[in-house]
Antibody, heavy 119, light 107 residues
Framework: EVQLVESGGGLIQPGGSLRLSCAAS????????MTWVRQAPGKGLEWVAV???????YYADSVKGRFTISRDRSKNTVYLQMSSLRAEDTAVYYC?????????????WGQGTTVTVSS | DIQMTQSPSSLSASVGDKVTLTCRAS??????LNWFQQKPGKAPKLLIY???SLQSGVPSRFSGSGSGTAFTLTISSLQPEDFATYYC?????????FGQGSKVEIK
């Protein structure tokens, strides 16, 4: 079964760091565009970052320089390392698979993990 | 960055109605446009990719059209399970960007 399972969310103080994990099953992450998308409480979807099949990474301006997306081929897992966290980073974070063909449509999503940045 | 603007922000409709949602890009994105449906507390679901291609398993009452800067999502006959928020998203330029969403509510 094709599946993504996120973990690592929690309550963190402003300025702190957190690493989110997204474990994939049923497909190989390094063959796809793996993406993180977040949704603040009561708000819309915000694209955060992507790592493409070639390993290149791209970020939203709001997280550039603070977040790092990476992948571990041996664990078939994608990560989002978040540092210098701010209150406005509070959100549900989703991991999603972007299919290489077509328009990189994100066809598989995890259940989401909640990050709360608060003192 | 490319701005995606959806209209309307919300609408009320009845079961059986035809519903058309619009998404405009601030510059041309060719066909690199995806549509998602999201229900409260759930992850988004891909409905349409490449502007007009129906994702596997999605009912045929959903259709997409457009290219360049103007796109539409049409639901030909609204069903009870279709009441949700719909988002468009461009993947032509990074950073990828979403529209603000269109909420379809029961009249």
């Amino acid at each position: 079964e094709v599946q993504l399972v996120e973990s690592g969310g929690g309550l963190i103080q402003p300025g702190g760091s957190l690493r989110l994990s997204c474990a994939a099953s049923g497909f190989i992450v390094s063959n796809n565009y793996m993406t993180w998308v977040r949704q603040a409480p009561g708000k819309g979807l915000e694209w955060v970052a992507v790592i493409n099949s070639g390993g290149s990474t791209y970020y939203a301006d709001s997280v550039k320089g603070r977040f790092t997306i990476s992948r571990d081929r041996s664990k078939n897992t994608v990560y989002l390392q978040m540092s210098s966290l701010r209150a406005e980073d509070t959100a549900v974070y989703y991991c999603a698979r972007g299919v290489v063909t077509g328009s990189y449509g994100m066809d598989v999503w995890g259940q989401g993990t909640t990050v709360t940045v608060s003192s | 960055d490319i701005q995606m603007t959806q209209s309307p922000s919300s609408l009320s409709a009845s079961v059986g109605d035809k519903v058309t949602l619009t998404c405009r890009a601030s510059q041309s994105i060719s066909y690199y446009l995806n549509w998602f449906q999201q229900k409260p507390g759930k992850a988004p679901k891909l409905l349409i990719y490449a502007a007009s291609s129906l994702q596997s398993g999605v009912p045929s009452r959903f259709s997409g059209s457009g290219s360049g800067t103007a796109f539409t999502l049409t639901i030909s006959s609204l069903q009870p399970e279709d009441f949700a928020t719909y988002y468009c998203q461009q993947s032509y330029y990074t950073p990828w960007t979403f529209g603000q969403g269109s909420k379809v509510e029961i009249k």
